[in-house]
Nanobody, 120 residues
Framework: QVQLVESGGGLVQTGGSLRLSCAASGRTFSRYTMGWFRQAPGKEREFVAAVNWSAGVIAYADSVRGRFTVSRDNAKNQVYLQMNSLEPEDTAVYYC?????????????WGQGTQVTVSS
């Protein structure tokens, strides 16, 4: 069993930065691929980024590649999403997830989400 709690969301202007954190509980954290999804109002939840257990394999959605960086610290049971050059289109609820697959094609656990709002 893994429980996920996100933090770090907020309101930022276009071009600004935010760093999301996800604290995981459970002894099996390091076994999972970890990552982030987001859901904007009226849209389906979409994949953002994922990092495998060793941080040797990382995947990004085309829309965020080059602007966002995903990382993890297995010793601290944390996964992070550094978001730079934010755009209004990045406004969404961001969810931390744990599961399997290069792009977290199988998700076993979800966090409750944190709101990110980018003003123009």
């Amino acid at each position: 069993q893994v429980q996920l709690v996100e933090s770090g969301g907020g309101l930022v202007q276009t071009g600004g930065s935010l760093r999301l954190s996800c604290a995981a509980s459970g002894r099996t954290f390091s076994r999972y691929t970890m990552g982030w999804f987001r859901q904007a109002p009226g849209k389906e939840r979409e994949f953002v980024a994922a990092v495998n257990w060793s941080a040797g394999v990382i995947a990004y959605a085309d829309s965020v590649r080059g602007r966002f960086t995903v990382s993890r610290d297995n010793a601290k049971n944390q996964v992070y999403l550094q978001m730079n050059s934010l755009e209004p289109e990045d406004t969404a609820v961001y969810y931390c997830a744990a599961g399997e697959g290069y792009r977290l094609t199988k998700t076993d656990y979800w966090g409750q989400g944190t709101q990110v709002t980018v003003s123009s």
